[in-house]
């Protein structure tokens, strides 16, 4: 629990140094001390949880009456998401500096999502999951109108808040179902063979509670916020938003899926097999019509949650190994990715022309993530994926689903690559509105180096459970 | 020290990384100190894992750096296999690759694709180390491909020439038809047996053919894999190649006929020997596929004038040789003619690349003659590679030669006498190329005359090394008349063992044997002498015409496969592929388009719009789920 106590800490502390440090950089520097020691606390916590387990053979470790339970996995997820945000503001710092006068703050709230992310990927009880949840959803309505003078960020931060209380509600509706059913929170106690007549509200409560993450992820039908909140906020808090905040939230639900509705996998599964078709569909066919690379992004983001979707509907060993795998695949690829759009000055495609000719460091680390969103091998998006259909074959129900999910990667090869041919085979002068310094060309060369180690050896991140 | 052996392909690797990436602002010297002082390393530590291996004899170890593939049942680590077999390779292909880098930074000293060329080079190294240290086919498969990558890269590193890039994509093409064959007998061997680990596979063959499965399930597989070797070793049907890729820069030549590449279909066979001591069938076809590469070639390079063409053909005939051995199961001769082969041939080839650097780029016999007065070094140690090859006693190549012909003798007295056939025709054609290059009035222009010189001491000093390599090499494996103990067959007895017809020749037989082909050595070093004294040519005619056509073999192909193939796709692209599939996938891509450009207008920026999407979404997913349920 110390990660938790800690980034909630450190949250505060970065809001009271807002009142009286007034240099921007001070506060960059200062968060990413902070996250650089929250990590060191999670790899501490991980090998003292590891070392209490292998002792008293349990599977976790409770904490708070049972309503939160860590084991090795779900802290070790915990160590690479704190680890990515350190990476995140690492690459943007500078863009975050820029979005206002604010920026203390800004650091208060990624630590406070962080705190949500424990939360979320560790509970062990309803109320931690919703609990956590708006942790991280609170924050980002506050980030994704943190460009005040921007009208499109306010619209985004407006729009997102309305829908997602409104996402809310259902969530909550689904889980006082559940709770109807149940008698229960508590996700280990949940038993759903003597509900008889009950068994109703409990499965749709759980569609309810699918339809509400589904909007969390911007699944299909609920993604309709996803493009215009995205395009609206600041490009920096985008890019947390789209990766490292997404990849948490599905691993959440993925623990539950897992853990305590599987036994009901039978009534369930369907309808989110129709919502990962969905939104493998319009996120990949609407990607195809953008103009700007940003937005493009957003539409690749539900692309990929389509994919991510499999996992949930799998929910066995492969689909956590995999979401694992996914996650920081996605996240590296795509972090790198907005790490090299936030330097650009038009977010156009016609914006990329030439960047091969002009800055090739830069061009080439982005055509290595878009490789890798895309799922060329010897990228680690090409082990994500391949992870991610393994586990929904091993399953074994929805093979239609796996064919469409490569028809679907297919498509998008060609939105991905339109960026590369931009940079690569256009004649043009692209502007950039920051220079790239020495740390931003090492920290993308560590990404694109963790594209290629994880491409070959994905079972360098599984092997440390 | 074996657990180090990640380091011998790891440093020529690291020297490739750094000379390729920094190819642009590499410093040309600095480039080629380093990529030959990563294969001096390399061969350091060959050497300290040579003798240990050889101090503890049946030591052989597989030293597993990780997991590469674990897929269902199949395992795949990636793991390098050290022993006997291996550690012998690993001698040749770092010790000759060291003197090959190190003669290459002076003969590629004004090339503009300088450091490009190194680190190809280390390139062509690593992926060779691979192939040999891989301890399961598909670690040596990787291997197997980036020396076809890399032969072509290198085969075409000048190319602004036409011809020099079509040599390389033959070589490629060749390779890859040879490379299915490979890659079938692996899947055949996955499917069959479960694994491709050596350790584990040929355990299966401890008490012969396994229950489980049938003779011609070995002979197939071993077919497959010879079809593969067929590829890289250059035997017919695929050798064609061979000859063409003299289009590369001489060193490459000499690192593609000696220490790399070609020897890899002799490796693999060699490292599956006790399988193939199960597939009579499959050896009967390499014996015969062997002797009859050793013929055609042979019989090829008498007639050729390009000292570079003959020296190539000369190799396509020597490996001959190694699958004669292989075929009649003596598979210490095969790899004991490796070994030697690798010395004499490197010699020769960079002894021929001193010539043509002396004669200022030009490789036509017609126009040599005498260079032996300005070149010493270069004429007296090509000398001692001729009489290597060529079979004379003290040499080399006698003692590995004649254990392949004496283990062809027992299996058949046919096969004896084709191989001595080969014997004289080699002896004739090198003899033919040193008498007309070093000997005699020079016939080429004034100018070419005045040019000539020695080469420089980073040429010379390789040439040399070689050549004494050469003349004692064949030491390690004397004749059981001379002594019973070979020292090589001794060292090599835990991984590789000969499988011959028959026991023992007796030793008058064996001294006899010898002796005919001393004899028939010496009457044509004499021939060779004879016809070139004059040093004319004329207008070969008849069969003369035929060989100096190499039989026509290309133009055979050309006609056979190459034309109606292009017709055939010629075809298939006119009609299937215009028509049926151009039109299905634009159709596929003009319907994505048009979807997406509909679904976009769903996006309307409205939230009532969203919400109210959303909640019919809802609606429909709970009536779903429900009606499911």
Redesign the interface.
Known sequence: MKPLIASALFGILMMFAALTVKERRSFSVFALVLLALLTGINIWELAETRQALSSNNMGGVYFFKNMVKVDAFNLWFNTLMSALTLLYVGLMHRNIERVGLHVGEYYALIFFILSGIYLMSTFNNLLILFLGIELMSIPQYILAGSDKRNLKSSEASL?YF??GA?STG?LLMGMALLYAALRTFNIEQFNFSMLGSN??LA??GI??M??SFG?KVSA???H??T??VYDGAPTPFTAFMATIVKVAIFFGFLSIFKNAFYTLQG??A??LG??TALTL??GN?????QQSVKRMLAYSSIAQAGFMLFAIIASNAMASKGILVYAVAYSVATLGLFAVLAKMKDYTYDGFNGLAKTHPYLAAAAAVFLLSLAGIPATAGFMAKYYMIAALIEDGYFIWLVILGLLMAA?SV?YYFKVIMAMYFREGTPELAHPVTVADKILLGICVALVFALGI?P?MLLSCI | MTQLVYLVPLLPLIGFLINGLLWKSMPRKTAGILASGVMLLAFALSVGIFFEVKNNPGYGTVVTL??FI?SGALSLPFAFQVDELSSLFLLIITGIGFLIHLYSTAYMHDDPGYVKYFAYLNFFVFSMLLLVLGANYAIMFIGWEGVGLASYLLIGFWFKNKDYTNASKKAFIMNRIGDLGFLVGMFLVIYHFGTLAYSDLFMQFADGVPANVSQGVINAICICFFIGAMGKSAQIPLYTWLPDAMAGPTPVSALIHAATMVTAGIYMIARSNIMYNLAPLAQNMIAIIGIATVLLAASIAIKQNDIKKVLAYSTVSQLGYMFLALGVGAYVGAIFHVMTHAFFKALLFLGSGSVIHAMGGEQDMKFMGGLGRKMKITQFTFLIGCLAIAGVPMFSGFFSKDEILAAAYMKSPVLYALGIAGAMMTAFYMFRAYFLTFTGAFRGTHEQEHHLHESPAAMTIPLIVLAVLAVVGGYVGLPAVITENHLLGRYLSPVVTNNLASGHLSHSTEWVLMGISVAAVALMIFLAYSTTKKGTFKEPSGLGKVLANKWYVDEIYNALIVKPLKHISLLLDRYVERCGIDGIVNGVGRL??W???K??L??N?Q?G???F??V???IL??I???L??
């Open positions: 729009k309305l829908m409104f259902i068994t109703i499965v749709a569609i309810l699918i339809i909007f299909a039908p609920m309709f916020w493009p215009d009534t369930w369907l309808v129709i919502i569909i319009i066919l609407t990607a195809v019509f498509v060609y050896l079972d | 990780f997991d674990q994505v388009q979807s997406g450009g679904i976009r769903l996006q920026g939230v719009v969203y919400i999407g959303m019919l979404g809802i997913l709970l779903v789920g429900l499911f349920l």
